[in-house]
């Protein structure tokens, strides 16, 4: 991976570590929401034909219309530059996808589309009243969508015909918001749809307070409603046992999926990207592309390396930055970064210990305290050389890394990784990192999704293109 | 050996270079231009050192004037850092460079090697901080015992885009800095060998050491070293030789701007003071900008150019060649395409009428709501919607986005299906499905508010109060239309409930007339009872930081919330203007870009990129802006512009007045009130800029004052002079006016003078005098010597019910109480600051309602008593901003503290800026994003936003 300018050596050395597991196993051949999974693993079993081509691009007649439009250019205090938008899941329309169709929102003209795949043509839409700024979830048979006006939605996914919907906040007031007339409780954290149970959060400023739900998926009756004074913005995600809420510039929520109890505010540089990968929450892009790692089991943050994005497939992670695609053994790397974390605990302990002794020397003439001092200055010494080699080992963890200009989005079908970049968006040979085949697209290529041998790309432009064999 | 390394030799003997220069010329010299440069490296005419470019080589200027382009941290020039080369002299040394700052950053380097990591500097540097060019250096023997580097600074502020020689001289017992042949600077504080680091980058064009690294951005055509410290004769005759070579700086008038007319076009305007052939060169690669168009002989420049892609960095300057083929040409402008990316060209399609006549009638009453509302932009409510015909006919009429209400599904579904084929819907125009009786919606939001379904069946969709709660003050219109029933005994019945409608005792009253078959009711909000202005950067030219909003306090709720979001503003640490309210709308400084927004409704009226509009440091010297009904007043370099606050068009412009002079000055202060225009010259270089982080908080250089040579008055709408004053050395950050007279502190202290600048320390604190005017004329009212009240950090002066308070602080806070009819002092305080960091020494204090709130004390304007010693507890930097009831102001993100109940609010997930970013005005509180550049991820969200009350509280 490529280092940012102006980072320490100690952050280069961060920039290399990272904790990865496996994906989540998918059964569904299908994309049935964002990023594929609850998890947004990005990773799908069902490979693509070999030679792709495009079938159609279906351009609506309006462009997203993005709630924020990105940060500041530079840091001034800091000296930080460029920074990165920590707040992009409206920037393009995301489209889910059953063997059939594939749907999406729109924050231009408050409507649920749906699509046919083999044509691009829209077969039905729906009116919200609001910006639709989150892709849909699929299961059995119905589309759930949460909008700007503070509704979730479920529609039946063949007709669009509205099925029930649900206000999160009720009795809440519409204002002027993001340029639009929108709820002060909007659902911007999309639908997540696990088993027969809806979740999603409304409510954007902490001060006003909102609400996680779960909800019979069935009929939208309430399994369980928690205020929260949180605010939420990005894709739900969920565990066994938690529920992942990013926070737009600020770092994910843990939640209880049994009854929606704040659990835990992870630590790290923010971001509304966010990938769950058994025992590891990943989430960021930070402020000038970083990538957190946090344990699942304790919520503590273990690892920051470079990165706008990640997917991981098997013993192998794959990470995307602005100027370079990287593969890297996870396996030996987690062993790597956890004992170098253990040892990096240990300093600080020791480091305190060795302020008190210090402390201490100074006020008396000891013999035996200065003997301690010694001790543990040479235990710190002992410590940071280890640290330092095992960074050193940790380098050669990564298996390759290549320029890539494809920055945007990452995903995985099968034997095959796809970029987006500006322009075009890229198949990669996991073992090489050689791009085997590119095409172009309208705009910056910020999403992709597959199903059915289709690949789907959305960009910036809302422009949604469909490649599939030749 | 590389083939680069081959050829530099030949290079230099093709040049005819003899590497053993004389005895007294340079160790080192470089020409940064093609003819000495090969790939990356560019050869020493000495012989000694040839320096090695990273990054990209581009060329620009002139023929005569070619240099190298430094692109902030793109490239930069490295040499060996090897302290037995010649080009590190040991026992004396001169730095000299020619170059032209396009940016400057905090503190950055033309040429040096240096360490400077607080307690560990060594090494020599010739460079600038922030504006200022600047030497330091590290020697054996530092007289001044500190071990550390000594800096000479040049008081004057470069200008960006201008050619310069400068040139730092040591020989061994003294320390100076040459600006363009003259010496600006020197100390004899140092001594002995240069006392150089183990270690260090030895550098052209960034400043890189152990704990810092800057960039500049700007060009480069020569640099040298000598082994002695040239003479002051030896300086300027070098500088003689080669000043004619370079383009000088171009002055036009006003401008240049720069308007989006669209996602992909732009249009660039500027005026000059005679016709002249200025143009334009613009592109996305500095070093080869294309003519666009040449406008011929004119006064009015107006270029547009299309083919803008998204998400790019443009640049552009603009240029004019004399008769005798000189080139004079502005600094580089830069334009951020990104703003604006998201943009749509909304071109509508028909909609489904039923007849001609009936689009006749619908467009007739569009045109005649349009032009009643007098709005162009903001919002439209229209309850009872009907067939969306009206809400078509606005939309397409306008640029107001149309929000309708009614309670059909069917007929919902079926205006909404006609209205997204015409391509407006959710764009232009949303419909709500709801009662009508009861508005879903906040307060206040609304410019225009209808219904269609009233033009059809004379019914009023809800009552007049519920109307009213959502419309718009400060002019928002409430007008319903209603078809006139042709039966006499309809009409009459019709007549009485509308009557009855009308006159219900809570709502205001409104007009009925009746015209043909259409009947209009109408009344037009006024202003919040008990709302208030904020029109100058302390609320009012008298300073007091407190509007005197009645509405303010607790329990306020937002109102909108959206753009401009972080990417157009400035910077949150460098203490920028604050934004002003006027007349319903607010005002809103980013970076180089002025903002109109609606107040209610956060709808942006109108955006100018104005590249030469910058001030920071506000602590120190002013603001830019003061408004006053209707008008924006801003600054920009020597002159005010007249901006029609409704549509941002420059009405008139202004110039620093006689005796000061538009090629020397610049306008500092501004201030409106009752009809004239206050103003200062600043004498050019004088006026904080910064932008690139600049924090301003500490003592030092960023604690000096700007200062003025000249005061004046001007006819706010003529621009015609009423009243000069020229004295001292007015400070800018004391002008008060309030109760007919104008204050201010000068120095009369007669070295300032012969020290010739716009900006000053601790000279400005000799022979101070407390001056007031009379505010009409200018004539003397009184004045007194004003020596105890030190300003180290900063020096404010207030105005509240006669009395003139003096707040200054240096070791503690200074507060003085005088009257201000004769000066006397009433009484004095000192008190300690809470903490010297984060504004704790240069806070603004605010007076409300007899007291003085000065943190951490909070003193009675009477008698100065301090009624508490520990009020605020701020957390963060920033300062207070005041209502009538309410004080708000940073503790972590966005709080207001309700005086009447003593509770406390934090509006979370929002951070402000560092100085004042907060307003109450108009009955809200008004929040522009002003955080931007933090990293502050414990802040969700980076956005402009505006509160109310739910209610309004009577006042």
């Known amino acids: ?470 | 050996m590389p083939v680069r390394h081959c050829l530099v030799p030949l290079l230099l003997f093709s040049l005819g270079v003899c590497p053993a220069w004389a005895a007294d010329g340079p160790v080192a010299h470089w020409r940064f231009d093609s003819g000495h440069t090969v790939e990356q490296t560019v050869a020493d005419l000495a012989g000694h050192a040839p320096a090695t470019i990273t990054g990209p080589v581009k060329f620009g200027g002139t023929a005569a004037s070619e240099s190298l382009l430094i692109n902030k941290a793109d490239n930069l020039v490295s040499l060996p850092y090897d302290l037995a080369q010649p080009a590190l002299p040991q026992e004396a040394i001169t730095v000299e460079a020619w170059v032209c700052v396009e940016q400057t950053v905090e503190f950055c380097n033309i040429l040096g090697a240096m360490q400077d990591n607080g307690g560990y500097q060594k090494g020599f540097m010739l460079g600038f901080r922030q504006s200022n060019f600047c030497f330091g250096l590290s020697s054996a023997k530092a007289d001044d015992g500190d071990g550390l580097i000594t800096w000479v600074r040049d008081r004057e502020s470069l200008q960006w885009g201008r050619w310069y020689h400068v040139a730092g001289t040591y020989d061994g017992a003294r320390l100076c800095l040459y600006v363009d042949g003259r010496l600006v600077d020197e100390s004899d504080k140092q001594s002995g060998p240069i006392n150089y680091p183990a270690a260090a980058s030895y550098l052209i064009g960034a400043l890189a050491d152990d704990d810092s690294k800057f960039y500049w951005r700007g060009w480069i055509r020569e640099a040298a070293v000598y082994d002695r410290g040239l003479s002051a004769d030896e300086i300027r005759a070098r500088y003689d030789a080669a000043r004619d070579q370079f383009p000088t700086r171009l002055h036009v008038a006003v401008g240049p701007w720069v308007e989006r007319l669209g996602r992909d076009r732009m249009r660039v305007s500027w005026r000059t003071e005679y016709p002249s052939p200025t143009r334009l060169v613009f592109g996305d690669d500095i070093t080869a900008l294309e003519t666009k168009e040449s406008p011929g002989l004119a006064t009015d420049h107006q270029i547009e150019i299309g083919g803008i892609e998204p998400k790019q960095m443009y640049f552009y300057r603009l240029a004019f060649q004399d008769v005798e083929g000189a080139l004079h040409w502005t600094r580089l402008h830069e334009y951020d395409s990104t703003y604006g990316f998201w943009d749509l060209d909304i071109q509508p399609g028909p909609f489904p009428y039923a007849s001609a006549e009936e689009q006749a009638r619908y467009g007739a009453i569009a045109d005649r709501l349009i032009k009643e509302a007098g709005v162009d932009k903001g919002y439209a409510l229209i309850i009872g919607n009907g067939e969306g015909r009206l809400a078509y006919e606005l939309a397409v009429r306008s640029r107001l986005k149309v929000v309708a209400l009614d309670d059909d599904a069917e007929r919902i579904r079926r205006v909404r299906k006609a209205l997204d084929e015409a391509g407006l819907y959710g764009v232009r125009v949303t419909i709500h499905e709801g009662r009508l009786a009861e508005l879903p919606y906040g307060y206040y939001f609304a410019n225009l508010v209808t219904s269609e379904s009233m033009l059809e069946d004379g019914r009023p969709p809800c009552t007049k109060e519920e109307m009213f709660r959502v419309l718009h003050p400060n002019g928002g219109l409430l007008m319903l239309g209603y078809r006139n029933a042709a039966d006499p005994a309809e009409a009459e019945h019709f007549g009485k409930r509308r009557e009855r409608w009308m006159n219900t005792p809570e709502a205001p009253e409104m007009a009925d007339t009746a015209e043909g078959e259409t009947g209009w009711m109408s009344c037009r909000r006024p202003a919040l009872p008990g709302s208030a202005e904020w029109t100058h950067q302390y609320a009012n030219p008298a300073n007091t930081t407190c509007s005197g909003d009645a509405l303010p306090g607790k329990d306020m709720r937002p109102l909108w919330f959206g753009g401009p979001g972080p990417r157009p503003m400035t910077d949150r640490g460098t203490r920028a203007p604050a934004p002003l309210y006027a007349d319903g709308r607010m005002y809103v400084q980013g970076d180089c870009r002025l903002f109109g927004l609606d107040a209610y409704n956060g709808t942006i009226l109108w955006e100018l990129d104005f590249p030469d509009l910058r001030r920071a440091n506000v602590p120190r010297g002013s603001s830019n802006m003061a408004a006053g009904g209707p008008t924006l007043y801003a600054v920009v370099r020597e002159k005010c512009l007249l901006i029609d606050g409704r549509t941002g068009g420059i009405t008139a412009t202004c110039d620093v007045p006689e005796p000061a002079a538009v090629s020397r000055h610049d306008w500092g202060y501004v201030a409106v009130q009752d009809g004239l225009l206050y103003g200062t010259a600043v004498k050019r270089g004088g006026l904080f800029i910064g932008a690139d982080g600049e924090w301003y908080d500490t003592k030092g250089d960023e604690s000096e004052k700007t200062v003025s040579e000249v005061l004046f008055a001007m006819n706010k709408n003529t621009g015609e002079s009423v009243w000069t004053y020229q004295g001292g050395a007015v400070i800018d950050s004391t002008l008060t006016i309030g109760g007919g007279r104008v204050y201010f502190v000068e120095s009369r202290n007669p070295a300032l003078a012969a020290l010739d600048s716009g900006r000053f320390g601790d000279e400005i604190m000799e022979d101070r005098f407390l001056v007031a005017l009379d505010a009409e004329d200018g004539s003397l009212l009184w004045e007194q010597p004003w020596a105890q009240a030190p300003a180290v950090y900063v020096h404010y002066l207030m105005y509240s019910d006669e009395k003139l308070v003096s707040v200054s602080s240096s070791d503690e806070w200074n507060v003085f109480c005088l009257n201000a009819v004769d000066g006397s002092q009433r009484w004095e305080r000192k008190y300690h600051w809470n903490r010297d960091n984060h504004g704790g020494t240069i806070q603004h204090p605010a007076i409300v309602a007899g007291k003085i709130y000065a943190e951490p004390c909070l003193l009675a304007l009477d008698s100065g008593e301090v009624a508490k010693d520990d009020i605020l507890g701020r957390g963060g930097c920033g300062t207070v901003s005041a209502a009538g009831h309410a004080i708000l102001f940073r503790d972590g993100t966005h709080t207001i503290w309700d005086l009447n109940t003593d509770r406390r609010e934090k509006w979370a997930d929002l951070r402000p800026g560092c100085w004042l970013g907060i307003i109450p005005a108009g009955g809200l509180v008004l929040a522009p994003e002003s955080s931007a550049g933090c990293w502050c991820s414990g802040t969700p969200m980076q956005t402009s936003i505006a509160f109310a009350l739910p209610e309004a509280r009577e006042p």
Not at chain 1, 287 to 305: C, D, M, P, R, Y
Request: proline content about 5%; hydrophobic content about 40%; some cysteine.
């Open chain 1, 1 to 470: 991976m490529g280092i940012p300018r102006r980072r320490t050596a100690g952050a280069r050395a961060a920039v290399l570590v990272i904790a990865l597991c496996l994906v989540a196993a998918v059964a569904q051949a299908d994309w049935p929401t964002y990023r594929h999974d609850n998890a947004r693993s990005g990773v799908t079993p069902e490979p693509l034909p070999g030679e792709l081509g495009e079938a159609w691009a279906h351009t609506p007649r309006y462009r997203p219309q993005p709630a924020w439009q990105g940060p500041a250019r530079t840091d001034g205090w800091h000296k930080s530059d460029p920074l990165k938008p920590r707040m992009i899941f409206d920037w393009a329309f995301h489209v889910v996808m059953d063997e059939q169709c594939a749907y999406f929102g729109s924050s231009a003209d408050d409507k649920i589309y749906c699509i046919e795949l083999a044509t691009g043509a829209e077969r039905w839409s729906f009116f919200t009243e609001g910006p639709v700024r989150l892709a849909p979830t699929l299961m059995d048979g119905k589309l759930y969508v949460g909008s700007d006006d503070g509704y979730v939605y479920c529609l039946d996914a063949a007709t669009g015909t509205l099925l029930w919907k649900f206000q999160g906040v009720p009795n809440t007031y519409r204002l002027p918001g993001n340029a639009r007339m929108m709820s002060l409780a909007p659902v911007r954290t999309g639908v997540l749809v696990d088993g027969d149970t809806a979740y999603f959060c409304s409510g954007l400023f902490s001060f006003e307070g909102g609400q996680v739900c779960a909800l019979n998926a069935a009929d939208g009756q309430v399994r369980w409603q928690k205020k929260t004074n949180q605010a939420l913005q990005g894709y739900l995600l969920a565990s066994k046992d938690r529920l992942y809420a990013p926070r737009g510039r600020s770092n994910p929520a843990v939640f209880d999926r049994e009854d929606g109890k704040l659990v835990k505010l992870l630590e790290g540089g923010g971001g509304s990207f966010a990938v769950l990968v058994e025992d590891y929450l990943f989430y960021g892009p930070g402020k000038t592309g970083q990538i957190e790692a946090a344990s699942t089991a304790t919520n503590e943050q273990i690892v920051t390396f470079e990165g706008n994005a990640l997917v991981v497939n098997g013993g192998i992670a794959y990470m995307q930055s602005d100027r370079e695609i990287a593969a890297m053994d996870r396996t030996r790397y987690l062993d790597l970064a956890s004992q170098r974390k253990a040892l990096e605990d240990e300093m600080e302990s020791l480091q305190d210990k060795l302020g008190e002794l210090e402390k201490a020397a100074r006020a008396q003439s000891d013999a035996q305290l200065d003997a301690d001092v010694t001790d543990m200055v040479r235990q710190l010494e002992d410590r940071r050389a280890r640290i330092a080699e095992l960074s050193a080992q940790m380098g050669s963890c990564m298996l390759w890394t290549k320029p890539s200009a494809h920055p945007y989005s990452l995903i995985m079908a099968g034997d095959r990784l796809f970029a987006g970049g500006t322009g075009d968006v890229a198949a990669i040979d996991p073992k090489t990192g050689d791009t085997t085949w590119t095409a172009p697209v309208n705009g910056r290529a910020l999403e992709m999704a597959i199903s059915g041998g289709r690949l789907l790309v959305s960009t910036d432009e809302g422009t949604i293109h469909c490649f599939t064999e030749k």
